[in-house]
């Protein structure tokens, strides 16, 4: 089972355990399969429905996922920039200068590249649902990967953890991962594309602040998305 060499002491102080192996009502322990499908369901749930996440990163750093409905608009918020995301476009700003600089580029296309924006935040420490919903994907495909389960409480929140090992082939060899019952990432410990990530939620409420969706303050921001002639 893959260790959480990285998240173990937050752990011991954040999470409560309430068992080894997830059972379902008619008290058998899931497949491997289900295991995978019910998390990924349970993620894309969440993507539905307006919240305002706050997380505890490596070294001691801080960020936030806050997502609004109608229309769908995303932020990934981490030590020194952030992902803006929503229907006309990927806009990423690096908040660690100033005045902050942003780039606005038009939604990638289906396929690898639609992760392009998510993994430049996994980079910095913050890995997000689409991140992990590739993993889970791989894990799904590999018929040689383990998968436990078992249940916690984090920051005072009911998650479902798996725990994945033996991966190839994929951005990570092995994670610990939990979500919530809402569908929100509660922690992940891994490394991905070279990446420690040691992240684990410490607050969520359903009502994001509106500023957070908003550019920086006094922001430059070049626009790389084709410009639509005129009439």
């Given at each position: 089972?893959?260790?959480?060499?990285?998240?173990?002491?937050?752990?011991?102080?954040?999470?409560?355990?309430?068992?080894?192996?997830?059972i379902t009502d008619d008290g058998v322990a899931p497949g491997r399969t289900r295991l995978i499908s019910d998390m990924a369901a349970q993620l894309q749930r969440a993507?539905?429905?307006?919240?305002?996440?706050?997380?505890?990163?490596?070294?001691?750093?801080?960020?936030?996922?806050?997502?609004?409905?109608?229309?769908?608009?995303?932020?990934?918020?981490?030590?020194?920039?952030?992902?803006?995301?929503?229907?006309?476009?990927?806009?990423?700003?690096?908040?660690a200068v100033r005045p902050a600089r942003c780039q606005i580029r038009p939604l990638p296309g289906p396929g690898p590249a639609a992760l392009t924006g998510y993994s430049?935040?996994?980079?910095?420490?913050?890995?997000?649902?689409?991140?992990?919903?590739?993993?889970?994907?791989?894990?799904?495909?590999?018929?040689?990967?383990?998968?436990?389960?078992?249940?916690?409480?984090?920051?005072?929140?009911?998650?479902?953890?798996?725990?994945?090992?033996?991966?190839?082939?994929?951005?990570?060899?092995?994670?610990?991962?939990?979500?919530?019952?809402?569908?929100?990432?509660?922690?992940?410990?891994?490394?991905?594309?070279?990446?420690?990530?040691?992240?684990?939620?410490?607050?969520?409420?359903?009502?994001?602040?509106?500023?957070?969706?908003?550019?920086?303050?006094?922001?430059?921001?070049?626009?790389?998305?084709?410009?639509?002639?005129?009439?």
């Amino acid at each position: 089972m893959f260790r959480r060499a990285v998240l173990a002491p937050l752990l011991g102080a954040l999470l409560v355990l309430t068992g080894c192996q997830a059972i379902t009502d008619d008290g058998v322990a899931p497949g491997r399969t289900r295991l995978i499908s019910d998390m990924a369901a349970q993620l894309q749930r969440a993507s539905q429905r307006p919240y305002h996440a706050e997380y505890l990163l490596a070294e001691g750093t801080r960020g936030e996922i806050s997502q609004r409905t109608g229309p769908a608009r995303a932020v990934y918020a981490y030590p020194g920039g952030r992902l803006m995301v929503d229907p006309n476009g990927h806009t990423s700003c690096v908040t660690a200068v100033r005045p902050a600089r942003c780039q606005i580029r038009p939604l990638p296309g289906p396929g690898p590249a639609a992760l392009t924006g998510y993994s430049e935040v996994t980079r910095h420490g913050l890995v997000t649902a689409p991140i992990v919903t590739d993993l889970l994907q791989a894990a799904q495909l590999q018929s040689q990967a383990e998968v436990e389960a078992h249940d916690v409480t984090l920051a005072g929140q009911q998650a479902t953890c798996l725990e994945v090992s033996g991966l190839s082939d994929a951005e990570a060899g092995g994670f610990s991962v939990c979500v919530t019952a809402a569908g929100v990432l509660a922690s992940f410990a891994g490394v991905v594309g070279g990446v420690v990530i040691d992240q684990a939620l410490t607050r969520v409420s359903g009502s994001p602040p509106a500023a957070v969706f908003e550019l920086p303050e006094g922001a430059r921001v070049v626009d790389h998305r084709p410009k639509t002639p005129a009439p």
